[in-house]
T-cell receptor, first 114, second 112 residues
Framework: DSGVTQTPKHLITATGQRVTLRCSPR?????VYWYQQSLDQGLQFLIQ???????AKGNILERFSAQQFPDLHSELNLSSLELGDSALYFC?????????????FGPGTRLLVL | QQQVKQSPQSLIVQKGGISIINCAYE??????FPWYQQFPGKGPALLIA?????SEKKEGRFTISFNKSAKQFSLHIMDSQPGDSATYFC???????????FGKGTTLSVSS
């Protein structure tokens, strides 16, 4: 158990809809990363927040947005969903291990868009 | 776009054998190379990582070898066990050091 929690575990929705994925980082970790995992694209970095501020952006679509709240939990909002958005979405929080920032992944949310 | 090329895509090894997974990276500003292990239905978990002030790091049955001049690093699993059957990802940090760039993954199956 990494200490990172994600809800919900599974989500089934329809095209055009909007969903919110939630992540709680490990206690003490200030950084939260969001990744998308699909069969064809592999694990792709979407966005990073650090202590409430957006720090880095990766391959995140404009239809997607995220935020990190004062209690450090984070939400990833996916809107105008398309079939191709079906994937596993992982949140990771980062802490120091042996002097190096290490990312710890949550169990993921499996999104299915029908 | 920065990439990490991982091979093979899949690997079948007999119990007790050696599993070898290779990765090649492009330029990186940060010398940090982790390997993650992922079981079905679970998130990736850090397995072992190397910072190339050394060319090799060993933890139990798992060894990372690093060749900086060739921009390659590899994972060796000695005495492979059925419980090692999982997908393995190598990674590097992006140029800004703000996120991990993952290889496409290697699905390892250890037959008993």
């Amino acid at each position: 158990d990494s200490g990172v929690t994600q809800t919900p575990k599974h989500l089934i929705t329809a095209t055009g809809q909007r969903v919110t994925l939630r992540c709680s980082p490990r206690s003490g970790d200030l950084s939260v990363y969001w990744y998308q995992q699909s069969l064809d694209q592999g694990l792709q970095f979407l966005i990073q927040y650090y202590n409430g501020e957006e720090r880095a952006k990766g391959n995140i679509l404009e239809r997607f947005s995220a935020q990190q709240f004062p209690d450090l939990h984070s939400e990833l909002n996916l809107s105008s969903l398309e079939l191709g958005d079906s994937a596993l979405y992982f949140c990771a929080s980062a802490g120091l291990a042996a002097g190096q920032e290490t990312q710890y992944f949550g169990p993921g949310t499996r999104l299915l868009v029908l | 776009q920065q990439q990490v090329k991982q091979s093979p895509q899949s690997l079948i090894v007999q119990k007790g054998g050696i599993s070898i997974i290779n990765c090649a990276y492009e330029n990186t500003a940060f010398d940090y190379f982790p390997w993650y292990q992922q079981f079905p239905g679970k998130g990736p978990a850090l397995l072992i990582a190397i910072r190339p002030d050394v060319s090799e790091k060993k933890e139990g049955r798992f060894t990372i070898s690093f060749n900086k001049s060739a921009k390659q690093f590899s994972l060796h699993i000695m005495d492979s066990q059925p419980g090692d059957s999982a997908t393995y990802f190598c990674a590097t940090l992006n140029q800004a050091g703000t996120a991990l760039i993952f290889g496409k993954g290697t699905t390892l199956s250890v037959s008993s």
